[in-house]
T-cell receptor, first 119, second 111 residues
Framework: DVKVTQSSRYLVKRTGEKVFLECVQD?????MFWYRQDPGLGLRLIYF???????EKGDIPEGYSVSREKKERFSLILESASTNQTSMYLC??????????????????FGAGSRLTVL | DQQVKQNSPSLSVQEGRISILNCDYT??????FLWYKKYPAEGPTFLIS?????DKNEDGRFTVFLNKSAKHLSLHIVPSQPGDSAVYFC??????????FGGGTRLMVKP
């Protein structure tokens, strides 16, 4: 079964700490994404990557950075965690330009999520 | 401003009845729409999609309807089952293939 694995399911950190969230996919997907999910706001895109060492800002990149040194691994970094970064973080991957039945948009495969609490 | 909106944060339906989840969008460049389903403590999973060249797509108990003139789509679940209780996210993409998600609707199907 194909998987996107997020190494930490629950984390509790203190304000100002550096936080690493790791994500690994075993599907040889080109695209990888980091979203955060907040009640009423849905899923908001933080960063994405189309290839190794490549990154693009999403809708809410402030306070975050990412790293993609290998195709299967995409890391989200909070350089100095703040309380407003308390959230559920979801990693996802997809084939480039994939759709379920014809060419075009991405169908994302998500990990189970990492719930981060910043005190 | 949210380009994809799900105006009902929650919906409660009796088992066996129809569930209708609604989604509105503002960006006329969106040409592909998807629904994802999310159980607690799990990541969202793809449920069903529709291209803008169609107005209906069916997959078993799930049907998605698209009204392009109204910029509105809906997901129908018939008959609803308790296992359908989850949060449903509507998503849309344009030619750039990036997905924009709605805020989600929590569906509760009562036995």
């Amino acid at each position: 079964d194909v998987k996107v694995t997020q190494s930490s399911r629950y984390l509790v950190k203190r304000t100002g700490e550096k936080v690493f969230l790791e994500c690994v996919q075993d599907m040889d997907h080109e695209n990888m994404f980091w979203y955060r999910q907040d009640p009423g706001l849905g899923l908001r895109l933080i960063y994405f990557s189309y290839d190794v060492k490549m990154k693009e800002k999403g809708d809410i990149p402030e306070g975050y950075s990412v790293s993609r040194e290998k195709k299967e691994r995409f890391s989200l970094i909070l350089e100095s965690a703040s309380t407003n970064q308390t959230s559920m973080y979801l990693c996802a991957s997809s084939l480039f330009g994939s759709r379920p039945d014809h060419s075009g948009a991405n169908v994302l495969t998500f990990g189970a999520g990492s719930r981060l609490t910043v005190l | 401003d949210q380009q994809v909106k799900q105006n009902s944060p929650s919906l409660s339906v009796q088992e066996g009845r129809i569930s209708i989840l609604n989604c509105d969008y503002t960006n006329s460049m969106f040409d592909y729409f998807l629904w994802y389903k999310k159980y607690p403590a799990e990541g969202p999973t793809f449920l069903i999609s529709i291209s803008s060249i169609k107005d209906k797509n069916e997959d078993g108990r799930f049907t998605v309807f698209l009204n392009k003139s109204a910029k509105h789509l809906s997901l129908h679940i018939v008959p609803s089952q308790p296992g359908d209780s989850a949060v449903y996210f509507c998503a849309a993409s344009d030619a750039g293939n990036m997905l924009t998600f709605g805020g989600g609707t929590r569906l509760m199907v009562k036995p």
